[in-house]
């Protein structure tokens, strides 16, 4: 196990779900192109879009705007891990972090709102609207979905990850002069690997997730399949990157005994992910940061119950309804599944099979005969990263664009 140093938590303030983002407090000391006192009011929901989204934006913010004030809002998210705000306030960029429960009161017209512009970086569009008008002031949403044709009117301007996405939401019916495609947030928060190759020994990593419940059901699993790989490949190195929105403790319970590598800093992260040849992760936004990285990876949804599948809109929380809930909840997994052509976001961007998946409910043993597999073939490997590299070649500097739109509306 590598490591543990009495600093590990202020590592890595700006982590998501796979935590090998930069330090988010760093290039704050530079002086700004703007002075205003104004207060922006960033809207977010779970570990991926506060560390991919919220964090990159505030950062710039706080750069050409020093003396801003900027601050978070949480609102109620049936992906969110409970620990975002925490996560939030050790970053040291807002003035003030709303957890769910003020949101809601926000929402519903308690305290009136002091902002000069609300901008919407993750979660229901809703929130975000609802905010603006209560603080009576332009609304902002940075999107890379479709979902906002519905509520644009709600919105001064529309934020884009591509173009193409831009020139689709004109298409649908939102103005051309609302919509701008500004680039990826999260290619600003993750740190490039500089010589990225995978030498000085092969690691397996393991990436559970960053909620605490799927935490606690597939991390062993991951586990019994990196001890069953091992065993068959007794070089390779086994590790777990755990993310800073998953207790502490309970982390070093789950690995208690285990002959893994836990990388707890950003540094040991770093190292890992620089020689790391294959990922073992579960669908969600740490495909996109690997595949930013151009580590090649098997996205491993496990079907041993369905209803810990956690879905978007009103059947999450019908779901959670004793008795009938799980039933209700597994038949709208089955259903959506039949429905997905891939479940990892970069297969589902790329559209193709680019990245390997495990979508069943096969053992740990079948998945680990996988993954020998995939490791004994390092030519596939290599040509998996260099189409990566390829397809998520994307420039940085999405941040910073996107900052100086909101400083505009605001001015």
Known sequence: MLKRTPTARAC???AGALAIFGDPTQGLSGTGAYNGGVEFLLVSNGPGEVAGWALPLARALRRLAPAASVELALPPCQ???GREAEVARRSGLFQRVYPPADVVRLVLGGKRLQSRCVVH???????AARLGRHAGCPALAYVERDLVVRRHRAFAWIATSTESLAQDLVRRGVPAEKVGAVGDLRVDAVEPLEGHD???????????GSRPAIFRDLAPLMLEVGEKVRAQLPELEVALAPSPFLPETLVEETVRGQQVAVAWTLEERRTLLSRTVLALTLPGTSNVELGLLGVPMLVWLPLYDFSRVPLEGVVEWLGRVPGVGRALKAWAVRR???RLRYTSPVNAAVGFALVEEEVSQAPPAAV??????LLEDEAGLRRVQEQLRRHFHRPRGAAERLARR????AS
């Not at 970086?121 to 929130?127: A, F, H, K, S």
């Not at 995978?198 to 559970?208: D, H, I, K, M, S």
């Not at 909101?406 to 509306?409: A, D, H, K």
């Open 12 to 14: 890595c303030p700006g």
């Open 79 to 81: 992906y969110a891990t």
């Open 121 to 127: 970086v993750g979660g229901d569009l809703w929130y």
């Open 198 to 208: 995978g030498q000085g020994g092969r690691v397996l990593l393991l990436l559970p």
């Open 336 to 338: 959506g599944l039949a």
């Open 368 to 373: 680990a005969f996988r993954v020998v597999r």
């Open 406 to 409: 909101v400083l505009e509306l």
